[in-house]
């Protein structure tokens, strides 16, 4: 099953900003072990555009994040057999990159 | 009761969460063998009374259920495609023989119990899956609308499925913290029955003390090594055993002090001593104990007491400072105090808990206790408004009959 590793920050307690060494040696291990299927880094919210073309013309707007306190600040798509080993995979990334992770499988 | 409605009911009782676990290991889908389960018990009921009842129910509704599935499948799969059909059919093959899938059973209590579920989640799933209960019953207990624990049960069985929680054993790694996750579930389970915590008619619901003793029984049969399993089986029949003598005939719950310790149940105090005595020697031997199988053995004391003035409270005392290095929760230093107030006296016991009051103001038990407390320092006054206080938070209505009567009592 393929699971999307939300990173979830917080602009009240954010996580520390140093973890960058971390993350890429957890990510070779990822790509090490078969789990690896992408993995980004987002850009700050305020840096989000949101568009609705769903009537007669496209609006832009900024993004749905931009006043929210937790934000999503970056993801990871997983290759993992089970639930188990997608959260065994996500407190480590937790760790790893200081922040809470929001573990959903791909339907 | 006729002798099929008796066969069926033991089935009930010992074989549903066999065959739903086996019927889950075999198609690896929990709303798939608890409908195909639950239709297996339902067609018992007419061929049993038509045809008697079959040498080995349990491999009759294994079997039953086992077809049930497969009908259940096919129909689906009518709608969806032929291939998925195949691939169903060869992996619904015949079933194990019961001996082989014991461990099932396991499997089934940890996937219910996965700590991706809520906590009343997990109890609700637990209750339903491995105890067999029904949706109603369920509902019943915790006091929550049928609909309501109907869509709860559904959401769980459909998040195991589409996130992928594994209908296997917890890795080595896991596994202490996967079974006192368990645990946590049947305590939760029995604490309920216990001490029901809503206004419910009945103060103590034995059906759920006793299923939930039932499950833990039967988890250790599963692990019979584990320690704090041995230690929560053992708590909850030193509490049950004393079930009978905690409500008056008048509805009020009767304190450890005021309890007729002759109506307490000898057999299952006799039970849940041999295992805090197995327990000990294990302690001895250098393993040690944690918290259930601490509570188990200050029960045990309670339990040894020919009379309340017989409680060697110093033994209790020094098991809840053994206790308290290991949970050091204000709960646990609340009910320390209890046994400070039978050694040193109530006013070392209330210096004890004013240090918890910010933690523990809103706590029924807490104001209980202080008012008990304060009432044997003869300051009336503030034990009358901390009964006041109790009486306000506590739910449970013997609790409330009780806690009235000893206010009254104050004059």
């Avoid at chain 2, 019979?224 to 008056?248: K, N």
Wanted: proline share 5%.
């Amino acid at each position: 099953m393929q699971y999307l590793a939300s990173v979830i920050d917080d602009k009240g307690n954010p996580g520390s900003t140093d973890r960058q060494p971390a993350i890429s040696a957890f990510n070779e291990r990822l790509i090490a072990e078969g789990y690896w299927v992408f993995a980004g880094g987002l850009a700050d919210t305020d840096a989000a555009t949101v568009i609705d073309n769903r009537g007669e013309q496209a609006v832009f707007s900024d993004g749905p994040f931009l006043e929210s306190k937790e934000y999503l600040a970056g993801v990871w798509v997983w290759e993992a057999p089970d639930l188990d080993v997608a959260l065994t995979l996500a407190r480590e990334a937790s760790k790893v990159c200081d922040r809470k992770i929001e573990v959903r499988p791909f339907r | 009761m006729t002798d099929v409605e008796e066969a069926i009911t033991r089935a009930h009782r010992d074989e549903w969460a066999r065959v739903v676990a086996a019927v889950t290991s075999r198609f690896g889908d929990l709303d798939v063998a608890e409908e195909a389960v639950a239709e297996a018990f339902t067609t018992a009921v007419e061929r049993w009374r038509a045809d008697g009842v079959p040498p080995n129910p349990g491999a009759w509704l294994t079997t039953t259920a086992h077809r049930k599935a497969i009908d259940r499948i096919r129909r689906e799969n009518k709608r969806d495609d032929k291939h998925k059909e195949a691939q169903m059919l060869r992996e619904g093959a015949p079933p194990e023989p019961l001996a082989a899938i014991d461990d099932d059973r396991l499997r089934l209590i940890f996937t219910c119990c996965h700590p991706a579920l809520a906590m009343q989640t997990r109890v609700a799933l637990t209750l339903r899956m491995v105890g067999g209960l029904t949706v109603p019953a369920i509902a019943r207990a915790f006091l929550v609308q049928e609909t309501a624990m109907e869509r709860r049960i559904t959401r769980a069985k459909a998040k195991i499925k589409a996130a992928g929680i594994p209908y296997r054993m917890p890795s080595a790694e896991d596994l202490p913290a996967r079974v006192s996750g368990v645990l946590a579930v049947l305590f939760l389970v029995f604490n309920e029955g216990y001490l029901v915590s809503g206004p419910d008619p009945d103060p103590v619901r034995h059906d759920l003390t006793a299923e939930a003793i039932r499950l833990t029984r039967l988890i250790r049969v599963l692990l019979p090594q584990d320690g704090e399993v041995a230690g929560l089986l053992a708590l909850m029949l030193l509490i049950e055993a004393r079930r009978t003598s905690r409500v008056s005939a008048n509805g009020e719950l009767i304190a450890l002090d005021e309890q007729d310790r002759g109506a307490w149940d000898p057999a299952l105090i006799a039970e849940g001593h041999r295992l805090v005595r197995e327990r000990l020697a294990a302690a001895a031997a250098g393993v040690a104990p944690g918290r259930y199988q601490i509570l188990a053995a200050i029960n045990a004391v309670h339990t040894s007491a020919r009379d309340m003035r017989d409680t060697d409270w110093s033994q209790v005392l020094a098991l809840y400072d053994q206790l308290v290095r290991l949970d050091p929760s204000p709960i646990v230093a609340l009910n320390r105090a209890i046994a400070v107030a039978e050694l040193d006296g109530p006013e070392a016991a209330l210096a004890d808990i004013d240090r918890l009051e910010d933690r523990l103001a809103g706590y029924h038990a807490y104001q209980a206790t202080r008012a008990d407390l304060l009432r044997r320092l003869g300051r009336r006054h503030e034990s009358r408004s901390a009964y006041d206080r109790a009486i306000e938070l506590a739910g449970n209505i013997a609790e409330t009959a009780y806690l009235t009567r000893r206010r009254d009592q104050l004059g």
